[in-house]
């Protein structure tokens, strides 16, 4: 098969035309089996080697069916940034089509918050960014789909994990910025139950160095995932920052100075549409002030039940939210939209979980089964939700689940009949400051 590969030099950096007929990105160096550089498996791939400023531009209407993109140990926060994107006219995206390929190990290195996690095992990933930083992935359309043959192997528990974009922090200490835009992630038939492998639309994790000493703790500060389409997914949407010092963060009250050593700073989620992700639909992870807004998340958490959700093992209960922060620092949400999140022992829209100054505001949510809005258990402190709007939650639109505090205030909840505005057998702290109740079949609905 032979490339149509065009090189336009510029100075020191180099563009990468790719048109697509019956090509093959593996030829170019972005392999599923091993990498040095950028994923290169044989000599023939060496041709494409990418340094601060390279750009690889994917013809638009291509398809590269069966085949990956993986990139390892390149880039640098003081050259210019590496450009993976699109050229050419026309509405149809370039489109990386897995198809179950790309398949890597992952390993933590250790276990994680809860022993019934599973940390390590094969993942499948179409896009591959492992201790890449100083790059910008955009406008792609991601796949990595799988034949439906019965429902008992869709739901397996050894089910392999699978990816639309995975991204790896390991031996480069902090990678710092990090941007994925424009990107349409789809059909990513992952494992029904792993939440913390990189399973899923588009997740980012942070795994044990093979030398902590040397390289430093593995961490991301600059990442962004901006303006990307996230649909039919398993198991999370957008994930970014699951990391293997969750020990460091096992408290109330969380300390800024850990978040600096151990977790991630300046991570920002804007402007994405999730809709049916079988679990969890927007999430930061061990983040000091992560920002998450603009984003919408319609009908998530769709396998979070016994027709899907049938051999846990271990993993055990169905709990997916839309878009919340785990153990993060002083989180703002704001101006999100929430629509129609599928009941399970979760549910609802929003949750404060496990955090220390999370704030929820102007944001709104209609029809969640499971309600509007958790405070869960009690790591769950200074949590805020304020001026947000809620229309015909279900279920019982706030939860106050075992925490100690959290400030409700100044928001509109329009009720749906016989749904009551706490969730009948939640028994954590909250206090109702000035909000307005309407009844929905009300004048002012």
Same mark, same amino acid.
């Given at each position: ?95 990386i ?5 790309g398949?890597?190990?992952?390993d933590?290195?250790?276990?994680l ?12 990933? %179409?896009? &591959?960014?492992y201790?890449? !930083? $100083? *790059?910008? #992935? +955009?406008?792609l359309?991601i ?25 790896v ?31 899923g639309?588009?997740?980012m ?10 390289t430093?703790?593995a ?10 389409m996230v ?8 994930a ?11 408290a ?5 100075? %850990?978040? &600096?050593k151990?977790?991630? !700073? $300046? *991570?920002? #989620? +804007? ?16 983040a000091?002030?992560p ?16 027709r ?22 002083d ?9 129609d ?11 404060a ?13 209609a ?19 304020r ?42 702290k ?16």
């Open positions: 098969m032979s490339i149509t590969l065009e090189q336009v030099k510029k100075s020191e950096e180099i563009t990468s035309y790719i048109r697509k007929a019956d090509e093959s990105l593996s030829a170019l160096g972005f392999t599923e089996h091993s990498f040095a550089h950028v994923g290169l498996v044989s000599a023939q791939a060496s041709a494409l080697s990418l340094q601060p400023g390279d750009k690889v531009l994917l013809e638009r209407g291509s398809v590269f069916a069966g085949e990956v993109l993986h990139l390892k140990n390149c880039g640098d926060i003081a050259g210019a940034p590496i450009e993976i994107g699109a050229y050419g006219t026309g509405d149809a995206l370039p489109c089509a897995a198809n179950g390929t398949v890597w190990y992952q933590y290195g250790t276990p918050d809860f022993d019934g996690h599973v940390y390590r095992g094969e993942v499948s990933s %179409a896009v &591959l960014l201790d890449v !930083e $100083n *790059i910008v #992935l +955009r406008d359309e796949t990595n789909d799988a034949p439906f043959t019965d429902l008992e192997s869709y739901c397996a528990a050894d089910k392999m994990d699978r990816t639309g974009v995975a991204v922090a390991r031996d480069r200490g902090t990678l710092h910025s990090i941007t994925l835009t424009g990107l349409f992630v789809h059909d990513v038939k992952g494992n029904v139950y792993n939440k913390h492998m990189n399973n639309g588009i997740y994790t942070a795994l044990t160095p093979a030398d902590e000493a040397k430093g703790v961490r991301y500060d600059g990442v962004t995932v901006e303006n990307c649909q039919q997914v398993s198991r999370w949407g957008i970014v920052g699951y990391s293997y010092r969750h020990r460091d963060f096992a109330k009250a969380l300390a800024e100075d %850990a978040f &600096l151990y977790g991630h !700073e $300046n *991570i920002t #989620l +804007r402007g994405n549409y999730v809709v049916a992700a079988g679990g969890d639909a927007i999430t930061p992870m061990y000091l002030r920002l998450v807004e603009h984003n919408t998340a319609d009908s998530c958490a769709f396998e979070m039940n016994d899907y959700y049938k051999y846990p093992g271990k993993r055990q209960g169905k709990v997916a939210a839309a878009i919340w922060p785990w153990k993060c620092k989180a703002l949400l704001r101006y999100n939209d929430v629509a999140t599928k009941l399970n022992q979760d549910g609802m829209a929003y949750d979980d496990s955090g220390d100054g999370t704030v929820y505001e102007y944001n709104y949510s029809y969640n089964e499971g309600g509007a809005m958790m405070f869960c258990l009690g790591e769950a402190v200074h949590s805020t939700y001026h947000n709007v809620s229309y015909r939650d279900l279920g019982g639109v706030l939860s106050p689940s075992g925490n100690p505090d959290g400030l409700v205030e100044g928001n509109t909840f329009y009720m749906e009949p016989g749904v009551p505005l706490r969730r009948k057998r939640n028994h954590g909250m206090k109702l400051v000035n909000n307005t109740v309407v009844p929905a079949d009300s004048k002012e609905d």
